[in-house]
């Protein structure tokens, strides 16, 4: 079987053998041809006969046979013909013993699953260079291959042995390795070995512990964990490593609490151990944690820029708006990421409706990853003030380099179109980009909603069907497509299947949940569509639920509390075209 792989070139060492070989011969010849020639070409030559001596002395003339093996070798690689590559290759290092030669024969044999000529390639690389760890770590793996576990944890013993204070990164390079054998019965059974003959070296133990945990034998990799940790305790990466076992076997809570009683105890360095804490935390979802851990890491280190720059973006996030604000003026002061704090700030000033100075500090993201990001939020908020044309302008004088970018940005000028009630208009925008991005699920749902602007229900149908076959599971388009039949047809039954299945995949989507109290509405299931309305209010209180919600109170002889929810949704958006509307209908 032929493989596609990358063209590697020949080794510079074989180009100097052969050059070496190549200039004696030519400092031969000009010895000859210069005989007859004046003491200055005598002496020329006398020198030439040195070289020649030296180079006698330093290299052997590579055969033809050799040189015609190596290109033959190269040409089968170029051309994807492995065993024919490593048949010549290993020729090569046979009769040469160049460690590059032979490194590149192990290596070529290794990947055509040539595992004889690997394994032969691999003790003859570790014979010429017996303290090099790639070397030994292929003679493991090779060893490995062949069943030969025995010979195996003796080559890993002398792994072990060459490495010294290395013996860590290296026994993790190798788990590396082993982690990728398909026989993975006996990598574990290797390791095991090691660990029983070096049973006073935590580090083994550790590495025993990694692999199992890769292979996810978690039992093992805790009582391995824990041997290290009983010979070197307060090892950092041994307790992050337990930690990480008991997450991965859905002991979250365990894991946190190890993580306290370590800290508790001591023994490791705290900043380190409270950062592998916090990215625990972040892992699972517990912001709020994180954000106390890096509030105190802060503390600790109050110098250090990235600590605080993780705790403002988690202030942030958490709704603290001005302790984030804190964070980001100090790294502002500090004149270290300048560029991160400015936008931050921007969504700090954001968050506090303060929208002129929102812009002002986006205004100053001049350049870096978060310039996109700045330059739309600025458009976005002057939008926001009804400054429709002065958003689109900015919008369009954004200039972008990749396609998610120009994404955005057609996202958002379709947006502001709708913004400022231009449906049509926003429709063409969505229009012209499928043209562009034909496809593009975002492109089409933007569509599909613009569609249902201008009476295109044809259109919206047909976008959301096309974005559910590509994505079935897609719960917006499930959600948009159910809730329009439901509300702009009387096909109940076909809406009723589509919210089903978005509200299978999000139930507390508070969206759908609305929608599935719409459908019922509009079966004449009062009682049910009043059930999930008010769970979708107590989600999310949003006025177009609260529309829903006080219609079918009002239908349903509830009509004071549908006022009442009705003057609520006022409160939260006064002037509200939804809320009136259905006030009007029932002569409010």
Not at 128 to 151: C, F, W, Y
Not at 485 to 494: G, M, N, P, S, V
């Amino acid at each position: 079987m032929k493989f596609r792989i990358q063209h590697l070139v020949l080794m510079p060492s074989l180009f100097l053998f052969a050059c070496s070989t190549m200039s004696s011969d030519y400092s031969a010849s000009g010895s000859n041809s210069g005989s007859n020639s004046g003491s200055k070409n005598g002496s020329n030559n006398a020198s030439m006969d040195q070289q020649q001596g030296a180079n006698k002395n330093n290299a052997e003339p590579i055969s033809s046979e050799l040189l015609y093996s190596l290109l033959v070798a190269e040409i089968a690689l170029k051309r994807g013909d492995l065993d024919v590559a490593v048949v010549n290759y290993m020729q090569a290092a046979r009769d040469t013993h160049d460690v590059e030669v032979v490194r590149r024969a192990t290596r070529i044999a290794e990947f055509s699953q040539s595992n004889e000529q690997a394994l032969e390639g691999a003790k003859l690389w570790a014979s010429i260079d017996p303290k090099s760890r790639e070397a030994r770590q292929a003679l493991v793996v090779m060893l490995l291959n062949a069943g030969q576990l025995d010979e195996a944890t003796v080559q890993l013993s002398i792994l072990i042995e060459n490495a010294g204070e290395e013996q860590g990164p290296a026994l993790m390079q190798l788990v590396a390795q082993l982690s990728r054998e398909r026989d993975q019965e006996s990598a574990l059974k290797l390791m095991e070995m090691s660990a029983a003959k070096e049973s006073d070296n935590p580090y083994v133990h550790f590495a025993n512990a990694h692999l199992n945990m890769r292979f996810n034998r978690f039992a093992p990799a805790m009582s391995s964990a824990d041997q290290a940790l009983a010979l070197k305790s307060g090892w950092l990466e041994a307790i992050a490593l337990r930690a990480r076992i008991l997450q991965l076997e859905n002991k979250t809570q365990e894991a946190i609490s190890y993580y306290e009683q370590e800290i508790k105890k001591g023994e490791a360095d705290v900043i380190s151990l409270r950062i592998s804490f916090a990215r625990l935390l972040m892992d699972v979802r517990e912001q709020d944690k994180a954000l106390e851990q890096y509030v105190i890491l802060s503390e600790l280190q109050p110098a250090n820029n990235d600590l605080a720059y993780a705790a403002g973006l988690l202030s942030l996030q958490a709704g603290k708006i001005d302790e984030a604000e804190k964070y980001f003026v100090r790294l502002r002061k500090s004149k270290d990421r300048i560029i991160e704090a400015n936008y931050y700030l921007g969504q700090v000033e954001e968050s506090r409706d303060n929208i002129d100075k929102a812009i002002d500090w986006y205004s100053s993201v001049t350049h870096g990853e978060l310039y996109i990001d700045a330059q739309t939020r600025m458009a976005a908020l002057l939008s926001k003030q009804g400054l429709h044309d002065k958003a689109i302008q900015k919008v369009r004088s954004i200039k972008v380099y990749n396609s998610r970018d120009k994404l955005k940005l057609y996202l958002l000028e379709g947006d502001v179109m709708l913004e400022a009630g231009k449906h049509q208009e926003a429709f063409d925008i969505y229009d012209r980009a499928l043209l562009d991005m034909p496809d593009e699920s975002n492109l089409l749902y933007a569509r599909a909603l613009s569609a249902e602007k201008i009476n295109r229900l044809d259109i919206l149908e047909s976008d959301l069907r096309l974005i559910l076959s590509n994505e079935p599971n897609n719960v917006q388009a499930l959600n948009a497509l159910g809730y329009t039949l439901a509300d702009k047809t009387e096909r109940y039954e076909e809406a009723l299947r589509y919210i089903k299945r978005a509200l299978a995949l999000e139930p507390k989507d508070a969206a759908v949940v609305d929608s599935m109290g719409w459908v019922q509405y509009r079966m004449g299931n009062h009682q049910e569509a009043l059930t999930y309305l008010k769970n979708a209010m107590a989600i999310i209180g949003d006025v177009e639920i609260a529309a829903h919600f006080g219609e079918v109170l009002w239908v349903t002889n509830n009509k004071e509390e549908a006022i009442n929810v009705w003057d609520q949704a006022l409160k939260q958006s006064p002037n509200n075209k939804m809320i009136l509307d259905v006030m009007r209908r029932f002569g409010l």
